[in-house]
């Protein structure tokens, strides 16, 4: 098999909002500059903001959206989940996000792959602490059961629909979500050996 010539090679460079999608989900048109943008063309993607980090597209998108901009992007080619885990932000409420998006506690961060394209898409969903659930993606892509468990287990980030909803890492009698930032950091206690001596 021969190597692919090294013009055709993704290359890692920062690539402007909106124009790393296939032409499908290209809901307006890409930013020259990389900055947040609303896709403008009217119907069920309008007003998703969008920016280009580190070579890929970044979708910030609302819960009540989430299930229908994903279908979209398995729909356009998007056809493997890669990763699927949430970030406490309680300490950082204040981080840089698009002026559209309101800050949350909690953010569900997904990557998807597209096998034919060579590119990635990532999407990230703000969810308050008060009603931390957001829709499940298992029907859309079955792989992510585990994913979520261990999301729902270590976060406390509910998945609505889940065929599963149990926890996986720890017991499960197990109290709390041990990667919450106000979770207390615990201690074992630990007993050496007697160091041995000489041989």
Not at 106 to 135: C, K
Request: with cysteine; net charge negative; charged share 30%.
């Amino acid at each position: 098999m021969r190597p692919e010539p090294e013009s055709t090679l993704p290359q890692s460079r920062h690539v402007p909002a909106g124009s790393h999608l296939p032409r499908e989900c290209a809901w307006g048109r890409p930013a020259d500059d990389g900055r947040s943008h609303e896709r403008g063309r009217a119907g069920r993607f309008a007003r998703v903001p969008t920016v280009g980090a580190g070579g890929q597209e970044v979708i910030h998108v609302t819960r009540e959206r989430y299930l229908e901009v994903t279908g979209a992007l398995r729909d356009a080619g998007f056809e493997m989940c890669a990763d699927l885990c949430a970030v406490d932000y309680l300490r950082h409420p204040d981080r840089p996000l698009p002026e559209a998006v309101t800050p949350e506690r909690f953010e569900i961060v997904v990557n998807l792959l597209s096998l034919e394209r060579r590119q990635r898409v990532r999407l990230r969903v703000q969810v308050p602490a008060s009603d931390p659930v957001v829709p499940t993606l298992f029907n859309l892509y079955p792989g992510t059961e585990n994913m979520e468990r261990e999301t729902f287990d270590l976060f406390g980030v509910c998945f609505e629909g889940h065929p599963d909803h149990t926890r996986i890492l720890m017991p499960d009698d197990w109290e709390g979500h041990p990667l919450r930032k106000d979770y207390s950091v615990g201690r074992v206690p630990v007993q050496f050996k007697q160091a041995p001596g000489p041989r």
